[in-house]
Structures are given as structure tokens and as C-alpha cells.
């Protein structure tokens, strides 16, 4: 299993860098893998929206739709991918801790 | 971070020369950007897969058991006396080449092991070697390979770029079904615990919750719940979204990327409109929550296992029928293996539309109706009321999804939608359309972001076709009817056509569709102003 090292600390990933156990986050991490994502310094935008989809998560174990993510937090979907490149859910999702969506999307 | 790109000029500069070492040389190159991850040990022991165990194909030792040799031929033996197709497909080919520029894959690598013929020679000279009297005396000769670990990492390689989309079957003079043949290959590989995460990972979802995604019930219902309250804010109607409601008459299954991603969600909202309007009768069911079934790029058994969910809650909530999504290989599936895999279903009754009543017949064994055709049904009857102008700002051609294409003949209901729906739609040149469609290069389970360079090659054939109505018709809309289309079209037509967006059809649909008592439309489904929006034929 693959494992990352950031800002000294080392994490379990996925091949895509994914968190391998969701329940191991914290804003630390969050901080961490922000930077596998071109991101130095998250922004408040940032925050709000990964602070969203960790208790989406936490709540109904997967991410939310796409759409809510972006509604529920005032977003359009071309600013959440100015936010995070890799978009809502490789970006954001990944940020988050939480695993990548797979299947038809 | 997102992947760097390799350049589309370099990858547009395709040499169609063959490499100078023979084709029966098996090495492979496995190259970043080509190839798909490994499946992660958890999923194959939850699904109770053989060999478990983490491994990358990059690596030098694939841990395979020991006698995994024997086990591939073993494997081989009891599908050439369970498939006549397989030993069939096997046997018959003349090496003619009909099928070797049809192939999307070969177009965009220039790659002979590309080519549907010497794809398919990969495992028939491992056929002849072992299985063929004349293969077992005189081996090369008789165009006969060994089977090493060698051939088995190239199966590997090539069955994963394939994308069973079929066209080459079009054009072969026998008939050979050589997505068939893939599927064989990847089955085989199975066997040994060779699998790719992007397939293996939502099959045990599914498996486990009912979706690809492993959205739970409450997950579900948050989602459909949402879309009803956006569906108010748009249209000022308050749809009902029943889950789980035992006596329905029908039961709907949509792939579960439609209540997930963009930009299948607007076709979402779509169906709903739909079925609200025409006054169905129907319910989702939140464990046969997918259409799609990625057990279909794995294994014969693994489709059946999940295919037997949508029939399994179809009988546990008593519905006369079944009625699908906007889904691909669902399609194939249900057309063509369904009545023999777990059916036919006799308990259902044949469809018959509670509108206009109009019986389906051609669904009289597997009871289950593609929502294209129930809703150009409506359209032909003159049930829906619509107004094409409101997708005015789109200029649109029509991507024919392979699997509803190829794999059950779905050309005239969805066109017969989009040109009731909208005032501006051109098609693609002919030879790219209908049952010679072009894949998106993406599916069969290779629709991963690790996979990108392969993907982008094997979609530029289809990019090139919508090229060629964008610049002719000012085209700036592909409508599709396949979750995976919806999820890689946009990245593949932003790689080679910037400026194009895609939507389902029932999308377009919903736009157009005037819903008795709705409030007036100001904007689109994905809440684009409609006043002052541009389009129109260029």
C-alpha cells in the first residue's frame, strides 16, 4: 500500500493519493493533502467547502451531488474548479478525506 | 494535482508502421497514461475473488499462484464447451483486416495489437496452441504462441483497451462479436485475481449497497429530495418522487451517476419532469439503484449478480415492468443476456404505456423498456406539450451511446426526441453515426484519470466527428444517452474540441417541456438565464 509523506507527515494513500481510511482526518491533513493539489494555503472557500463535505460525508457516508455541493455553498461549478483543479470530486473529495467517487462519473 | 497533459498535437501524430519485432513477441510497455490501477485487495475479498493481494501491473512480479497457468487453461476449456460463440470466434476468422481501421483504439494509437483482428489473436494463438490439433504439432507454424507470464501481462494490457463497443463487429464479414472475445480475455484474467480498480471497485459497491457509487438509502433519498425542491424553484410544480413504494406499476432504474454528477443530474431532472407530466404510475427503488452494471467488464457471473437486482426488487415491490434510464451497457445486458441470464421474467407483465397505451412487444422477455422509448411514445401521441425554442441557445448532434446502439438497435426513438425538442440539430457524417457510431473511448471500466492518454487517443476519432459539425453547423451540444458519456465526452471534447458541452436527451427535454401549470421558464435546467441566450444555426 502506497503511502505519502507531506509537511513530515506520513499518510496511507490510494494510488490516486486518495486518504485509505477516511477516518483518519483532520485539518491538519486536510492542510497536507492540499498541497498534492497545487493548493499552499487553503482559502476560507476552501474550508467551507471541504468543512462541507467532510459532515455530508460523515452523515451519509459518500459525497454529495455535485449540484448541492455547489447550491448548498453559493459556488458555480467553474469556481469550485478554480478552487480545486481536479474538480469536486477528485479535488474537493480528495481534500476532504474521502473516497474517490467511481462508477459512471 | 491534475495530470499533466501530454500535448494533443503529439498525440494527434499518429504512425500507423508496425514496430519492427513480430506480433508474437508479448512484451509490453506498461506506460503511465496507458494502462488502468490494479483493484485493491479489500474489494476482491469482499466479492470472494481469487488472489487478493496488492500488486500494480507496473510491477515486475504479479504475484500469480503458482499454478496460474493452469488455471488460465482450465479456464479456457470450460468456456470453449459452455460459449459455442467463444470456440466459434475462435476458429473462424480468415485474418481479413475488415475490422482493423474500424477500431477507435487502433486509429488513435497506430498500435497494431490495437486492431480488433490481432487483439483477438492474442488469445487465439494461445487457442490453437493448446486447444487445436494442428497448433499442438507444428506451434508457430500453425500461428501458435506458449502461453507465458509474458502473454498474459499483454492480454492484460490490450483486453483493457478495448472498450467492447462492438463496431468492428459491424464490418466483420463472419460476425465475430469480438467485444465477446474481450470479455473472455478479461474473464480468464480474473481468474488469477488480474483486475483493474476503476471496475472491481464499483462492482463490490453495488454488490454491497445496489449502486456503483455505494450511495446508502438515506443518501438517495437526499439526493432525489433535493432535486424535487430545485425542480419547485424551476418550474414552481412540486413533483412526487416515490422510493420503495410496494404496488407501483412501474419500477425506474437510472444509472446512479444521474443523481450524482453534471452533467447527468439536468437528466435527472428530465426524467422526473416526464413522469410527472405523462401521470405515471411508478417508484425507484433505493437498492436497485443502478442501471449499470461494470460486472459486464469482468465477468459472465458477475453480471448475472447484479444484473439480478433490478428483477429481484421489481418482484419484491409487486411493479408490472420495468422502465430504464439513460444508461450504456445496462442495455446490452438487458437486451441480450438478460432472458437467459435470469430470465425471462415471467412474473412481470409485457410494457404497455398507462399514457397511450401502446404495448411493447419487442420487451415481451425481459419486461423492461428504455425511458428513450417510452417517452418518444408520449411525443408521437401527442402527449407532451413542448416548446423547442427554449433550448434555442443550444445547437446540438446526436453522439449514438455504442451500447444502446450496437447492443439493441436504439437509433430513431432518441432522434425523434431531439427533433421535437429542438429547433437546431445536425448530425455527425454518416459513417459515424447509428450502428457505425464512434466510442468515447472510455468505457468497459476505462474511463480513469490514470488512463488518460489512451483514452484521449481512443475518443479522437468520435472528437473529429464533432469537429467537423462544429465547424460546418456552429454545433456547441452533444447529446448522448450513456452515464459514461456523460462523465468522459466533456473531458474528451475540451482535450480536442474546446467549446462543446454535452447533455442528456431527456435534459433537452426537460427544457422544452411545457409542464401544465408552470410558472414561466427564466432559465435553463442548469439554471442558465434563457433571455438573450445566443445559438442558432451559424
Known amino acids: 500500500m502506497p503511502t505519502i509523506e507531506l509537511n513530515g507527515h506520513t499518510y496511507a494513500v490510494d494510488e490516486d493519493g486518495f486518504l485509505e481510511d477516511p477516518m483518519l482526518w483532520n485539518e491538519q491533513v486536510a492542510a497536507d493533502l492540499a498541497t498534492t493539489e497545487g493548493i499552499a494555503n487553503m482559502t476560507e472557500d476552501q474550508w467551507k467547502l471541504v468543512n462541507y463535505l467532510r459532515h455530508y460525508y460523515l452523515e451519509f457516508g459518500i459525497a454529495p451531488m455535485v449540484r448541492k455541493l455547489c447550491k448548498e455553498n453559493g459556488f458555480k461549478l467553474n469556481q469550485v474548479y478554480e478552487m480545486f483543479p481536479s474538480g469536486p470530486a477528485k479535488g474537493a473529495c480528495k481534500v476532504a478525506g474521502l473516497p474517490k467517487p467511481t462508477g459512471c462519473v | ?538
Open chain 2, 1 to 538: 494535482m491534475a495530470q499533466q497533459k501530454p500535448d494533443p498535437a503529439q498525440l494527434a501524430a499518429v504512425e500507423y508502421i508496425p514496430p519492427r519485432r513480430g506480433w508474437r513477441d508479448p512484451r509490453v510497455e506498461f506506460r503511465k497514461g496507458t494502462y488502468n490501477h490494479a483493484a485493491a485487495r479489500r474489494h476482491l475479498e469482499y466479492l470472494g475473488l481469487p488472489n487478493p493481494r496488492d500488486w500494480q501491473p507496473s510491477d515486475a512480479d504479479w504475484q500469480l499462484p503458482a499454478n496460474w497457468k493452469q488455471i488460465i487453461l482450465d479456464g479456457m476449456k470450460d468456456r470453449l464447451e459452455r460459449y459455442r460463440s467463444f470456440r466459434l470466434f475462435m476458429d473462424i476468422c480468415v485474418r481479413c483486416g475488415a475490422c482493423a481501421d474500424k477500431c477507435h483504439f487502433y486509429l488513435g494509437s497506430g498500435d497494431p495489437k490495437n486492431t480488433p483482428v490481432l487483439r483477438a489473436e492474442l488469445i487465439r494463438s494461445v487457442y490453437r496452441r493448446y486447444f487445436t490439433a494442428a497448433g499442438r504439432l507444428f506451434g508457430p507454424l500453425a500461428g501458435a504462441r506458449d502461453l507465458t507470464e509474458d502473454v498474459l501481462k499483454e492480454w492484460f494490457y490490450y483486453f483493457h483497451q478495448c472498450t467492447e463497443c462492438r463496431r468492428c463487429s459491424v464490418f466483420c464479414p463472419f460476425g465475430i462479436d469480438t467485444a465477446e472475445i474481450t470479455m473472455i480475455g478479461r474473464e480468464l484474467l480474473n481468474l488469477v485475481g488480474c483486475n483493474i480498480q476503476w471496475i472491481i471497485e464499483p462492482v463490490a459497491n453495488c454488490d454491497r449497497v445496489g449502486n456503483h457509487l455505494g450511495i446508502q438509502p438515506h443518501g438517495f433519498k437526499d439526493s432525489l429530495d433535493f432535486a424535487a425542491d430545485e425542480l419547485e424553484e424551476l418550474t414552481g410544480i412540486r413533483v412526487e418522487i416515490p422510493i420503495n413504494r410496494k404496488g407501483a406499476e412501474v419500477l425506474f432504474v437510472v444509472p446512479s451517476a444521474d443523481y450524482f454528477g453534471l452533467p447527468h443530474y439536468f437528466t435527472l431532472l428530465g426524467y422526473l419532469m416526464m413522469l410527472h407530466e405523462a401521470g405515471i404510475d411508478y417508484t425507484f427503488s433505493a437498492y436497485a439503484s443502478e442501471g449499470g452494471n461494470f460486472g459486464l467488464f469482468a465477468s459472465h457471473e458477475m453480471t448475472k449478480r447484479l444484473n439480478a437486482k433490478m428483477y429481484a426488487e421489481a418482484k419484491r415491490l409487486g411493479v408490472k415492468w420495468i422502465l430504464g434510464g439513460e444508461c450504456g451497457h445496462m442495455w446490452r445486458v438487458v437486451h441480450q443476456y438478460m432472458g437467459t441470464m435470469n430470465g425471462p421474467a415471467d412474473f412481470l407483465e409485457v410494457p404497455v404505456s398507462p399514457a397511450t397505451g401502446t404495448r411493447f412487444d419487442h420487451a415481451s422477455s425481459t419486461k423492461m423498456l428504455h425511458v428513450c422509448e417510452f417517452t418518444a411514445d408520449l411525443i408521437a401521441h401527442g402527449k407532451l406539450a413542448l416548446d423547442p425554442s427554449r433550448n434555442d441557445h443550444w445547437n446540438v448532434t446526436f453522439h449514438d451511446s455504442c451500447n444502446p446502439a450496437r447492443g439493441m438497435g436504439l437509433y430513431e426513438e432518441p432522434r425523434l426526441i431531439l427533433r421535437r425538442v429542438l429547433n437546431h440539430f445536425h448530425e455527425m457524417p454518416e459513417e459515424t453515426i447509428r450502428e457505425r457510431t464512434l466510442c468515447c473511448g472510455s468505457g468497459a471500466g476505462l474511463g480513469t484519470d490514470e488512463n488518460f492518454e489512451m483514452r484521449m487517443r481512443g475518443g479522437r476519432p468520435r472528437a473529429m466527428a464533432v469537429n467537423y459539425v462544429r465547424k460546418r453547423h456552429g454545433t456547441n451540444c452533444v447529446a448522448c444517452i450513456c452515464a459514461v458519456d456523460k462523465a468522459t465526452l466533456p473531458p474528451l471534447l475540451e482535450y480536442w474540441v474546446p467549446g462543446v458541452e454535452v447533455a442528456g436527451v431527456h435534459e433537452l427535454l426537460g427544457n422544452a417541456l411545457v409542464m401544465k401549470g408552470e410558472h414561466p421558464r427564466t432559465t435553463d435546467l442548469r439554471g442558465e438565464p434563457l433571455e438573450g441566450m445566443g445559438g442558432g444555426d451559424a
